[in-house]
């Protein structure tokens, strides 16, 4: 309620958002170039979907272009996915879950912000960002059992609009809030939850890994995984992988746990070729029983068979 916003503009430093952070005149040239277009699906470009994509152009969210660029194979299912999707005479649940059971590689990280971007006054992000800090401060709303996602995003985005409204924000700035708030305790010390703590014994693991595998015999020689990205790089490069999936595993789409009670729906960074080396474009994170399972498999032969056991093909 009201107390959690002013706590949360108190722990976002007003001078520092001023400085580094535009937010008026970003919203003002995103939502000129894709708020219209949003709204009339039909008149999406496959360019126009993939400049969304771009940080460049959305002026807001980074990590969206690796999963989300396979949506444009498709550009028919695409545009009516997303006139779907903004069509306010049906529930938003529903036209959450159609449309993200139509689009490949779509999640709450995508869709949530084209709903933002064509209603920037009714929807609010849920994201990578915008979830662990409403869990943080205790605004992540309860669940009926069986909830699907479309469900869960009525519901988060019913809290994100009263913070709004208590804040006396629009739902742009109330996002960028988000970040600003989770960046300022990173950088003060204040703030180290357990997914930070989970990506960076992923980065470690993989650092390890890399060296063992450098001319390494056991009774065979051990294929070598050279880590072609520094530390820095890798951590933040699987933060940006997580920001995509929306915290999924990225094969399963399971949610992953931080700190919950089950190790093997922990965070577990994966090689998509297993013959190839730790570098950006062959890295996924995933549940580490669907790494233990896929092992060397190949990546589509592996998502292939885990269709078959679900009964999708």
Not at 161 to 178: C, S
Request: charge should be negative; aromatic fraction near 8%.
């Amino acid at each position: 309620g009201a107390g959690i916003a002013k706590a949360l503009l108190h722990n976002v430093n007003h001078n520092y958002a001023t400085r580094h952070s535009p937010e008026s005149t970003n919203a003002s040239v995103a939502l000129t170039r894709f708020g219209p277009i949003f709204r009339d699906p039909q008149r999406l470009t496959q360019q126009d979907y993939l400049d969304f994509l771009s940080f460049k152009h959305n002026c807001h969210w980074t990590g969206l272009e690796r999963l989300g660029r396979q949506a444009t194979e498709d550009m028919d299912t695409l545009k009516e996915a997303i006139t779907l999707l903004v069509d306010e005479s049906k529930p938003i649940s529903e036209r959450y879950d159609t449309s993200v059971s139509m689009v490949r590689g779509a999640g709450a990280a995508t869709i949530t912000p084209i709903l933002l971007l064509a209603c920037p006054d009714r929807y609010g992000v849920w994201n990578g960002t915008s979830e662990p800090e409403m869990r943080d401060r205790g605004v992540w709303p309860t669940f009926t059992s069986g909830a699907s996602d479309g469900e869960k995003y009525e519901a988060i985005n019913s809290v994100l609009l009263q913070l709004a409204k208590d804040l006396k924000v629009d739902l742009w700035t109330l996002d960028a809030l988000w970040w600003l708030s989770k960046l300022e305790r990173q950088n003060t010390g204040h703030y180290l939850g357990s997914r930070d703590i989970e990506i960076w014994k992923m980065a470690e693991q993989a650092n390890q890994t890399a060296k063992q595998s450098y001319g390494q015999k056991v009774e065979r020689t051990i294929k070598k995984k050279d880590l072609r990205l520094s530390k820095e790089d890798l951590i933040k490069h699987l933060k940006e992988l997580l920001e995509e999936t929306g915290d999924r595993c990225a094969i399963s789409g399971v949610v992953l746990q931080y700190d919950g009670p089950d190790p093997q729906l922990r965070p577990s960074l994966d090689r998509i070729d297993s013959s190839g080396h730790y570098e950006a474009g062959n890295l996924q994170v995933v549940a580490r029983f669907i790494n233990f399972w896929k092992s060397d498999t190949d990546d589509s032969e592996f998502r292939r068979l885990l269709a078959i056991v679900r009964g999708e093909s």
